[in-house]
């Protein structure tokens, strides 16, 4: 057997596992539902969600409140990364913004994300700009530990060598820290990502009502549609998974240098 065929056992091998517990979770989903064993207004059939969900696609616009939230999550994680990277950036490599801002970051990393919803209403109101500053905090604070960290952590040879090459402080920047500390950097996006989708769903529950998935299982709630709740839940999974998946293979290509120089 070729090693590619081994790859390829191995790897279904591993799908296989990996498929075992939803499908268990399902058949008994299904067999609770049908069985009576839970009440079926409360966990409804697989069949009623299915049907819930494609009433939702074709006649109220599934992919707009899907493309709603998405907005949300890539506006707020754009921001709040980049701002993440550039504050991470100034406290890494000044002394003075790394001993007048860290303790207040300290601080501020310790705040509950949920903390925040009550002042950005009033900052901000309850529209999108608000969801969107609150998505953006949610990608700041993992974006700049992890950049910090990265920054910090530069082998002082790297360094030396920019100082003896003269290097100007872009420079340094740019050809130095930025490369050596990528590991870090994608790390921090990588969960930045992941919590800023948590963050969307919060936004969209916990600020006013508008279209988002959020929004959906809010007003399967207030009807006591048990399918539509479980419609915009699977949906949040299987988005949440897929932008994991899509961060692990971004970080996967951008440390693709890693992998050859070993």
Not at 126 to 150: D, M, R, S
Not at 158 to 167: D, H, N, Q, S, T
Not at 199 to 208: K, M, P, Q, R, S
Not at 228 to 239: D, K, N, R
Request: glycine share 10%; hydrophobic share 55%.
């Amino acid at each position: 057997m070729s090693v590619l065929a081994v790859l390829r056992t191995q790897k279904a091998v591993k799908i296989r596992r990996g498929l075992t517990l939803p499908v268990l979770l399902l058949i008994f989903w299904e067999a609770a539902s049908r069985s009576g064993l839970v009440d079926a207004r409360f966990l409804p059939s697989l069949e009623d969600v299915f049907l819930t969900a494609k009433r939702e696609l074709v006649d109220n616009n599934l992919f707009g409140e899907l493309a709603a939230s998405l907005f949300r999550n890539i506006a707020g994680f754009v921001i709040g990364s980049a701002i993440g990277v550039v504050f991470a950036t100034l406290l890494a490599l000044s002394r003075w913004a790394d001993a007048l801002a860290t303790p207040s970051f300290n601080g501020f990393k310790q705040i509950s994300l949920l903390a925040w919803i009550p002042l950005i209403s009033i900052w901000f109101g309850f529209g999108e700009q608000a969801k969107i500053v609150f998505v953006a905090i949610a990608a700041f604070i993992p974006v700049v530990l992890n950049t910090y960290e990265g920054m910090r952590n530069v082998p002082g040879d790297l360094i030396e060598v920019g100082r003896a090459l003269k290097f100007t402080p872009v420079q340094r920047v740019t050809r130095i820290f930025l490369p050596a500390a990528m590991p870090s950097i994608a790390t921090g996006v990588h969960l930045g990502l992941i919590y800023s989708w948590l963050a969307t769903v919060g936004a969209e529950y916990f600020l006013a009502v508008g279209p988002g998935i959020g929004g959906l299982i809010i007003a399967g709630r207030e009807r006591f549609d048990m399918a539509l709740v479980m419609v915009g839940v699977i949906i949040l999974g299987l988005v949440g998974f897929l932008l994991n998946r899509l961060a692990a293979a971004g970080e996967a290509y951008l440390l693709r240098w890693r992998v050859t120089a070993h």
